[in-house]
């Protein structure tokens, strides 16, 4: 009777009582929240005909709430902050929620009355929210495969639950892979590496008891600064192979028969549906619409970008030379001798640069663009515990200082945390049966400075985009002003929801901002004018390895999600033969190969879906370029009117929100242009 989830939180604002939430309480509230969305579910199906909209629609969106609040705590803190006990019952409960949903979806009744409201919807006198809710929810039931027989539809569960399994073990399986490996290092073994590494290098140590020594982990933000400063050749080709075999090993960890497995389920999946591959059954519901147009635009990106990185390891190779490397340029080389070119070509240091990115000052300015675009304020709430003594809490209020959400950041990379960087939420805005304020999360992996000694955690160029990319995601959350629960925030196409978070990195790298945020961390003065001149030179420099590395990525996973058949997939073979079909060139390879490409199979997100990033970046460079257009970039006509996108979810058609922010389509000028790909084809 002690179980949370069973009873009112009293805690401010709806915060998870996290200090009470153990993990024995997750499988008796899953249990419950189905049966609770059952009897709804047949309580809606068992009501008056003819349907209508409240008795039908609003009643499915109200359904399942104790699950939902169940599922996302669990899957929050199991991302974040997982442990034997959490993946055991990610293990356990993955299938059987799936199975859940699938029941929900395929279940005769609910079909027949959202099909049967469907076909009268022009006399419903909808508002346009609730027209394309209905809308929505009839294609989704479609697209489960409410149309199909009962032998089919049983099929249907039966391979969304194995997915769910499959998901769950390939993403344990990164984790493991991540865990097992580190490079534990001696003070001898630190040649090239900066201040900022080595605190970082033995913070990591630290904290695994490896005290006096230092440690580099599999972690983007520990591996990428040692690939890049370490002058050891020998350990930084020791580290990218231990980086690159992530989810290859033999034994159980091995991801890849779980590749095969879940290519096969899908295809078959998308052949129930009447789909010749799982790639044009996941893109007929997305902007894109077709495998065809997302294959043109990675192709309108890929030759160009092969050019430029041509370019790229020609500078490399001619400092490598005069270096004494007599021999080709390998994957493990290339950040290095890339940190040399940029050193000597800009004059330009990254250990010089970081010391203006100082963690807690990028996170002010991320705050202090939110307030000025769109009028919110963050104050802290250091009395609101979070599930982890390194996660903040602050409350975010609008213009009228009413309150608008709660906004929890978790910075840094630790055991147990998945890799990479994402936004999710506690708890989602709706406002359908009174208003419910949002509880947002950002997930990042920096690495934690020597905290014992009290230096700020210094972020790089990248990092602090990724740290405002992230943030934009979580405005999106933030400013959604929706009614129903379904369209709320983020709950966008795939390839939409990358464009709030994209636009918002440009006012970390904007020059304007960068003279406003860039501050030293220990003096508070500015970046001086000459490095930040020569910081923007060098912008656009090695933008042809990072074009390569993650169009090569998105390039494969439409390859593999176009094939038919993928019964017999050889996933090792797939990946030579597209790497040599493509000439990816051998030095750079892909951003995530296929045994640890978790967008693509820890869930399935992002499968068939990797290119919404470069989808979403047409929209956010042609957007961005009407603030410099504006010459101000926080025009406040334009901000009102992108604040209009953040805050109307799925309410509408992506392309007319953007048509009505620009006032036209986005063109791909902008985009070619800040890649530095402008002219190279
Ligand atoms: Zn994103």
């Given at each position: 009777m002690?179980?949370?989830?069973f009873?009112?939180?009293?805690?401010?604002?709806g915060?998870?009582?996290?200090?009470?939430i153990r993990?024995?309480?997750f499988?008796?509230?899953?249990?419950?929240?189905?049966?609770?969305?059952r009897?709804?579910?047949a309580?809606?199906?068992?009501?008056?005909?003819p349907?209508?909209?409240?008795?039908?629609i609003?009643?499915?969106?109200?359904?399942?709430?104790l699950?939902?609040r169940?599922?996302?705590?669990?899957f929050?803190?199991?991302?974040?902050?997982t442990?034997?006990?959490?993946e055991?019952?990610?293990?356990?409960?993955a299938?059987?929620?799936?199975?859940?949903?699938?029941?929900?979806?395929?279940?005769?009744?609910?079909?027949?009355r959202?099909?049967d409201?469907?076909?009268?919807r022009?006399?419903l006198?909808?508002a346009?929210?609730?027209?394309?809710?209905?809308d929505?929810h009839?294609?989704?039931?479609?697209?489960a495969g409410?149309?199909?027989?009962?032998e089919?539809k049983a099929?249907?569960?039966?391979l969304s639950?194995?997915?769910?399994?499959l998901?769950?073990l390939f993403?344990?399986?990164?984790?493991h892979?991540?865990c097992?490996w580190?490079?534990?290092?001696?003070?001898?073994?630190?040649?090239?590496?900066?201040g900022?590494?080595?605190?970082?290098?033995?913070?990591?140590?630290e904290?695994?008891?490896l005290?006096?020594?230092y440690v580099?982990?599999?972690?983007?933000?520990?591996?990428?600064?040692?690939l890049t400063?370490?002058?050891r050749?020998?350990?930084?080709?020791?580290?990218?192979?231990?980086?690159t075999?992530?989810?290859?090993?033999?034994?159980?960890?091995d991801?890849?028969p779980?590749?095969?497995?879940?290519?096969?389920?899908r295809?078959?999946?998308a052949?129930?549906?009447?789909?010749?591959?799982?790639?044009?059954?996941r893109?007929d519901?997305?902007?894109a619409k077709?495998?065809?147009?997302?294959?043109r635009?990675?192709?309108?990106?890929?030759?160009?970008?092969?050019k430029?990185?041509?370019?790229e390891r020609?500078?490399?190779?001619?400092?490598?030379?005069?270096e004494?490397?007599?021999?080709?340029?390998?994957p493990?080389?290339?950040?290095y001798?890339?940190e040399?070119v940029r050193?000597?070509?800009?004059?330009?240091?990254e250990?010089?640069v970081?010391?203006?990115?100082a963690?807690?000052?990028?996170?002010?300015a991320?705050?202090?663009?939110?307030?000025?675009?769109?009028?919110?304020?963050?104050?802290?709430?250091?009395?609101?515990?979070?599930?982890h003594?390194?996660?903040r809490?602050?409350?975010v209020?609008?213009?009228e200082a009413s309150?608008?959400?709660l906004f929890l950041?978790?910075?840094?990379?630790?055991?147990?945390?998945?890799?990479?960087?994402?936004s999710s939420?506690?708890?989602?805005?709706?406002?359908?049966?009174?208003?419910v304020?949002?509880i947002v999360?950002n997930?990042?992996?920096?690495?934690?400075?020597?905290?014992?000694?009290?230096?700020?955690?210094?972020?790089?160029?990248?990092?602090?985009r990724?740290?405002?990319h992230?943030?934009?995601h979580?405005?999106?959350?933030?400013?959604?002003?929706?009614?129903?629960p379904?369209?709320s925030?983020?709950?966008?196409?795939?390839d939409?929801?990358?464009?709030?978070s994209?636009i918002?990195?440009h006012?970390?790298s904007?020059?304007?901002?960068l003279r406003?945020?860039?501050?030293?961390?220990?003096?508070?003065?500015?970046?001086p004018?000459?490095?930040?001149?020569?910081?923007?030179a060098?912008?656009?420099f090695?933008?042809?390895f990072?074009?390569?590395?993650y169009t090569?990525?998105?390039?494969?996973?439409?390859?593999?999600?176009r094939?038919p058949?993928?019964?017999?997939?050889?996933?090792d073979?797939f990946?030579?033969?597209?790497?040599?079909?493509?000439e990816?060139?051998?030095e750079i390879?892909?951003?995530?190969?296929?045994?640890?490409?978790q967008?693509?199979f820890?869930?399935?997100?992002?499968a068939?879906?990797?290119?919404?990033?470069l989808?979403?970046e047409?929209?956010?460079?042609?957007g961005?370029?009407?603030?410099?257009?504006?010459?101000d970039?926080f025009?406040?006509?334009?901000a009102?009117?992108?604040?209009d996108?953040?805050s109307?979810?799925?309410?509408?058609?992506?392309?007319?929100?953007?048509?009505?922010?620009?006032?036209?389509e986005p063109q791909?000028a902008?985009l070619?242009?800040?890649?530095?790909l402008a002219?190279?084809?």
């Amino acid at each position: 009777m002690d179980n949370p989830f069973f009873l009112v939180w009293d805690t401010p604002f709806g915060m998870p009582p996290f200090d009470r939430i153990r993990p024995e309480h997750f499988p008796a509230a899953f249990d419950r929240g189905m049966d609770e969305q059952r009897a709804e579910i047949a309580a809606i199906v068992a009501a008056p005909v003819p349907a209508g909209f409240a008795d039908t629609i609003e009643a499915l969106e109200r359904s399942g709430r104790l699950l939902d609040r169940a599922s996302r705590v669990f899957f929050n803190l199991d991302a974040s902050d997982t442990s034997p006990a959490l993946e055991e019952i990610a293990r356990d409960y993955a299938p059987k929620l799936a199975q859940h949903q699938m029941g929900v979806a395929l279940d005769p009744g609910l079909y027949a009355r959202v099909a049967d409201l469907h076909a009268r919807r022009g006399e419903l006198a909808l508002a346009e929210d609730q027209l394309r809710l209905l809308d929505r929810h009839h294609l989704r039931l479609v697209r489960a495969g409410a149309l199909l027989g009962p032998e089919e539809k049983a099929r249907m569960a039966a391979l969304s639950a194995r997915l769910a399994t499959l998901h769950t073990l390939f993403g344990q399986n990164v984790l493991h892979d991540e865990c097992e490996w580190r490079l534990v290092l001696e003070e001898a073994d630190l040649d090239g590496l900066p201040g900022f590494a080595r605190a970082a290098a033995a913070q990591a140590a630290e904290e695994r008891g490896l005290g006096g020594r230092y440690v580099v982990t599999l972690a983007r933000s520990s591996i990428e600064p040692f690939l890049t400063f370490s002058a050891r050749r020998d350990l930084r080709r020791a580290a990218h192979q231990a980086w690159t075999a992530r989810g290859t090993h033999a034994g159980a960890a091995d991801n890849t028969p779980l590749i095969r497995e879940i290519m096969a389920l899908r295809a078959e999946q998308a052949r129930l549906l009447g789909y010749d591959n799982f790639a044009a059954y996941r893109l007929d519901d997305s902007m894109a619409k077709t495998d065809a147009a997302v294959e043109r635009l990675l192709l309108q990106v890929w030759e160009p970008a092969k050019k430029k990185a041509r370019a790229e390891r020609a500078a490399l190779e001619e400092i490598a030379r005069a270096e004494g490397l007599n021999e080709s340029i390998e994957p493990w080389d290339w950040r290095y001798y890339a940190e040399q070119v940029r050193r000597a070509r800009y004059d330009l240091d990254e250990a010089e640069v970081k010391p203006y990115f100082a963690l807690d000052n990028m996170v002010e300015a991320a705050f202090d663009t939110a307030e000025r675009l769109f009028g919110l304020s963050f104050t802290a709430r250091p009395d609101l515990p979070a599930y982890h003594p390194d996660v903040r809490v602050w409350e975010v209020r609008d213009r009228e200082a009413s309150h608008v959400g709660l906004f929890l950041h978790d910075n840094f990379a630790r055991p147990g945390k998945r890799s990479g960087a994402w936004s999710s939420r506690y708890r989602d805005q709706q406002s359908f049966d009174g208003p419910v304020a949002p509880i947002v999360v950002n997930n990042n992996n920096f690495a934690k400075s020597d905290a014992a000694g009290g230096a700020p955690t210094l972020l790089s160029f990248d990092d602090a985009r990724t740290l405002f990319h992230e943030f934009g995601h979580g405005l999106h959350a933030l400013l959604s002003r929706v009614r129903y629960p379904s369209q709320s925030g983020t709950a966008v196409r795939r390839d939409f929801v990358e464009f709030p978070s994209q636009i918002f990195e440009h006012w970390m790298s904007a020059p304007e901002n960068l003279r406003r945020y860039a501050r030293h961390c220990q003096t508070g003065e500015p970046m001086p004018e000459p490095l930040l001149r020569r910081l923007l030179a060098a912008r656009t420099f090695n933008e042809g390895f990072a074009t390569v590395e993650y169009t090569a990525s998105a390039l494969l996973d439409l390859e593999l999600h176009r094939d038919p058949q993928p019964e017999s997939l050889d996933a090792d073979r797939f990946e030579r033969e597209f790497l040599q079909r493509y000439e990816v060139p051998r030095e750079i390879g892909l951003r995530h190969r296929p045994a640890h490409f978790q967008h693509l199979f820890a869930g399935g997100g992002y499968a068939a879906g990797y290119y919404a990033y470069l989808w979403a970046e047409v929209l956010d460079a042609d957007g961005f370029a009407a603030f410099t257009e504006a010459d101000d970039l926080f025009d406040p006509a334009l901000a009102g009117r992108l604040k209009d996108i953040y805050s109307a979810g799925d309410t509408r058609d992506p392309m007319a929100l953007y048509r009505a922010f620009r006032g036209r389509e986005p063109q791909v000028a902008a985009l070619l242009a800040q890649r530095g790909l402008a002219g190279m084809a």
